[in-house]
């Protein structure tokens, strides 16, 4: 009976909500929670039951499985429109059953924060975790890799079916001895070179005998294959794999166990080639017919980037979501601009300023990140903006960017108007998360003036 | 003195937090230092040669157990060299290796450490505090204080006489109830802060670089920056309006 009180009340607060117009989608999770707080344990799940974690992927991979099932024409249950904490899952769940508590979905996807699985995992067992990779994410929350897999492997149930990152050394080990488990990999692209390097770099030892590992390849952090040169570890084979890239030609070959067939790549970043190969893995796991897994790619829409480009004139403004805290995060973004032809102008605006506003702050994240990317001779200025521009102008002096090249403001949004714009070919605006609506948006808006202006002037 | 040395111990597994900057930045501020790294299976090069710094930084729960693992042989050596004044940094909860014990109930274990320093520590797996710093250290005059922030699972207590590496005038030190924070023993400072240390404290690493190589007139790389950033910071941290509740020392319950 508590089990459907909690269902009646988080359907009326839903109903409620949404009467009014307002967001909150796990509102319904946490009042259903304060009734019944094992309420993702208890109320009916859908047959199967899919949850996606990572630290970075998930929810792309968790919104392509979504939308591949519903073209397999199943009725789907997920929390893409929603929060992937224990009270979005719960507001999930309670959303695809009836008033009577009965399952109307056939198949649950579900995205889960990788630090919640202590809450969350026991009640929804999953019948299928995917996990795309575990890296370094905020230093306050989530400490290291190492402690998010613990986290997840401590409440893994022993029948779950585990979908691994296979060159990741960190997700590929969760999981006990008797989880059935299958890798996903992306082979070794000409581009990837053999040595790690980097602030954020984990699992570099063996972690039998403790030996510096070898890397067959290497992409980021701890991404890529590696073997131990003193014993017999290496990174795990991979059942599914993704080669021969063409970024041109929009397709990949996507190898699932054995079974290789050119798909359509629905997008070119390393990262999203892992997430489609992932979501292949997972589809052969669940049981699809292969010819309409590569299919399925045909028709899902690239995920949602986190950067937008215009051409103004002659020159590209880019702005880029570059996630303060997440030194990593921040890496892949400097590593992307540094990846644009031409010289380049960059406003950086990437503090946190809910750090002090709402929390404790800690900028350790700064030297947790790459910022050696932006040493090259084609980003020929960065403008820094906010309270700690002196603690980023710092850390761009120590990567090696040369101090003539570095300006530092007390605004946020000062380095857009004082940048040079005349000769950059990109200019980038790079913001973080909170703000990205404030901030971010004037910086948008000022550097888009004075290109069009730079336009105008040249006719 | 000619080019100074420096030995990072198990740089492949104590990496973590930024706090390898640390040393980044004290070798930019000496270009002609030598950065030695030593791997957990190499031996430590302080064992037979002049080191001028010694240094850990932190490590992952695992990492702290291997640590202790591979030091334990040298236990000897590495008191000889506190006592004897050879510098030593150890940040983070590298600290807590030199300690007589770390529990960690969560993950299942409790380890002897070194058991140099009489210091236990309980690990909250589901408890990590995050707080700011800001205290006076006996190398600097009291307006410049250490600034530094805390992120940690681990608390740790201290046996009575256990000197502390500062005593906080705000944020909490070795755990909830003290001001006391980190330790320090002849050449050897121990703390918690990361930041990273040397680079958020460019007055401290001035004094640090004097006392590394007294012939050698201190100077900092890109101390502009690395001043204006502290200014800044510790107009922040005086602000009275940036410490929350949970930052302050408590009283230890049976005096409350």
């Known amino acids: ?459 | 003195m000619s080019g100074l040395t420096i030995e990072m111990l198990f740089p492949e597994v104590a990496n973590l937090h930024g706090d390898n900057a640390n040393i980044a930045y004290l070798a930019q501020c000496r270009p002609d230092a030598e950065v030695v790294r030593t791997g957990l299976n190499d031996r430590p090069a302080f064992l037979d040669r002049q080191v001028d710094l010694l240094y850990l930084g932190p490590l992952t729960e695992r990492g702290q157990l291997k640590a202790i693992d591979r030091l334990q042989p040298y236990r000897r050596e590495l008191e000889a060299r506190f006592d004897s004044g050879g510098l030593t940094l150890f940040t983070h909860n590298a600290l807590e290796v030199l300690g007589t014990r770390i529990r960690n109930p969560e993950m299942g274990y409790e380890a002897e450490g070194l058991g140099i320093f009489e210091l236990e520590t309980t690990l909250a797996m589901m408890g990590r505090y995050s707080g700011k710093v800001m205290g006076p250290v006996a190398e600097l005059p009291d307006e410049q204080p250490i600034v530094g922030y805390k992120s940690q699972f681990s608390m740790v207590e201290a046996a009575p006489g256990v000197e502390g590496f500062l005593t906080a005038a705000r944020g909490i030190g070795r755990n909830t109830s003290t001001a006391v924070e980190g330790v320090r023993r002849g050449g050897f400072i121990g703390t918690s802060l990361i930041g990273p240390l040397l680079v958020v404290n460019p007055h401290f690493t001035r004094a640090l670089l004097a006392t590394l190589d007294p012939d050698t007139e201190p100077a900092l790389a890109h101390d502009e920056y690395a001043v204006k950033a502290y200014v800044e910071r510790l107009r922040e941290f005086r602000d009275d309006r940036r410490w929350h509740p949970g930052e302050r020392v408590q009283k230890p319950i049976a005096s409350r």
């Open chain 1, 1 to 459: 009976m508590r089990v459907l009180l909690a269902v009646w009340a988080a359907k009326l607060t839903g109903a409620l909500l949404r009467a009014l117009g307002r967001q909150g989608t796990h509102v319904p999770g946490i009042v259903a929670r304060r009734i019944h707080p094992g309420i993702i344990g208890a109320v009916q799940h859908p047959p199967r039951v899919v949850a996606v974690t990572g630290t970075n992927g998930k929810t792309t991979v968790s919104n392509l499985l979504a939308e591949a099932l519903l073209g397999e024409g199943m009725r789907v249950a997920s929390n893409r429109t929603g929060s992937n904490l224990a009270a979005g899952i719960a507001a999930a769940l309670i959303a695809a059953v009836d008033w009577r508590g009965r399952s109307r979905a056939d198949i649950g996807v579900f995205e889960l924060d990788e630090r919640s699985g202590r809450l969350v995992l026991p009640g929804l067992h999953p019948d299928v975790l995917v996990c795309t990779n575990l890296t370094r994410d905020s230093i306050k929350r989530n400490a290291h890799p190492e402690y998010i897999a613990w986290i997840l492997s401590s409440e893994l149930a022993p029948d779950t079916t585990l979908v691994l990152n296979a060159d990741d050394l960190i997700a590929s080990s969760l999981g006990g001895e008797q989880n059935p488990r299958v890798h996903f990999a992306v082979e070794r692209l000409a581009t990837d070179p053999t040595t790690p390097v980097g602030a954020a770099l984990d699992a570099m030892t063996c972690p039998d005998c403790d030996a510096l590992l070898e890397w067959d390849h290497w992409r980021f952090n701890h991404i890529g294959r590696a073997h131990c040169p003193s014993c017999d570890f290496r990174s795990p084979e991979a059942a599914y794999r993704a080669r021969e890239i063409d970024a041109d030609g929009e397709y990949v070959v996507l190898d699932l166990d054995g079974d290789a067939r050119q798909a359509r790549l629905v997008n070119d970043n390393i990262v999203n080639v892992y997430n489609q190969i992932a979501v292949a893995a997972v589809l052969d796991v669940l049981g699809v017919d292969r010819d309409r897994i590569v299919r399925a790619f045909d028709t899902l829409a690239p995920p949602t980037t986190r950067f937008a480009s215009e051409r103004i004139g002659d020159a590209q403004l880019v702005r880029l979501l570059t996630k303060g805290l997440v030194g990593v995060a921040c890496s892949r973004a400097f590593e992307y601009l540094r990846s644009f032809p031409g010289r380049k102008a960059v406003v950086m605006s990437i503090d946190e300023w809910s750090e002090r506003e709402n929390e404790v702050e800690n900028t350790a994240w700064i030297y947790d990140a790459d910022y050696e990317y932006l040493v090259d001779d084609s980003i020929e200025q960065i403008a820094v903006g906010g309270n700690r521009r002196y603690d980023q102008a710092l850390r761009l002096a120590i990567a090696g960017v040369h101090p003539s090249r570095i300006t530092t403001f007390e605004s946020e949004t000062a380095p857009a108007d004082h940048i040079d714009v005349a000769d950059a070919d990109v200019v980038f605006n790079l913001h973080s998360v909170h703000n990205a609506l404030t901030t971010g948006d004037r910086v948008q808006e000022r550097l888009r003036e004075r290109l069009a202006a730079r336009t105008g002037e040249r006719g």
